[in-house]
C-alpha cells in the first residue's frame, strides 16, 4: 500500500503564491503514477497536475497551465505543485494520489491511492 500525505495548504492573499506538496511513503516501488486533484465546494473533482515516473512527462490541466507548475523530488518521494499566482477560483481542497498505472491522465479512475487532502482558501 502507499500513503500520501499533503501539505503547504493554508489562507493566500489572491495575487500570491503557494507551494504544496506531497510525500509518498509505503510501497513507492509500485508506484508509476502521480498527480495532484482538487475538489471546491459544490464542485466535482477536477485534475490539475499529473506526473508519469516512468517517462518523467508532466502535464498540467488547461484551466491552470498559465499559473500553476509541477515538479518532483525523485529522492524524497515528494510531488510539489507551485501555485503562482494564486485567483480566488483556485480556493479548493487539494488532493495528492498515485497509481500503478503507467500511462496516467488526470481522471480520478487512473489513480488508486489518495492523501487526506490539504485546503487552500483564498482572500481577494
Known amino acids: 500500500q502507499v500513503q500520501l500525505v499533503e501539505a503547504g495548504g493554508g489562507s493566500v492573499q489572491a495575487g500570491g503564491s503557494l507551494r504544496l506538496s506531497c510525500a509518498a511513503s509505503?510501497?513507492?516501488?509500485?508506484?508509476?503514477?502521480m498527480a495532484w486533484f482538487r475538489q471546491a465546494p459544490g464542485k466535482a473533482r477536477e485534475g490539475v497536475a499529473r506526473w508519469r515516473l516512468r517517462f518523467g512527462s508532466s502535464a498540467i490541466a488547461d484551466s491552470v497551465r498559465d499559473r500553476f507548475t509541477v515538479s518532483r523530488d525523485n529522492a524524497s518521494n515528494t510531488l510539489y505543485l507551485q501555485l503562482n499566482p494564486v485567483k480566488p477560483e483556485d480556493a479548493a481542497t487539494y488532493y495528492c494520489a498515485a497509481s500503478t498505472y503507467v500511462n496516467c491522465g488526470l481522471g480520478e479512475n487512473d489513480y488508486d491511492y489518495w492523501g487526506q487532502g490539504t485546503q487552500v482558501t483564498v482572500s481577494s
Open positions: 509505503g510501497n513507492t516501488a509500485s508506484v508509476n503514477c
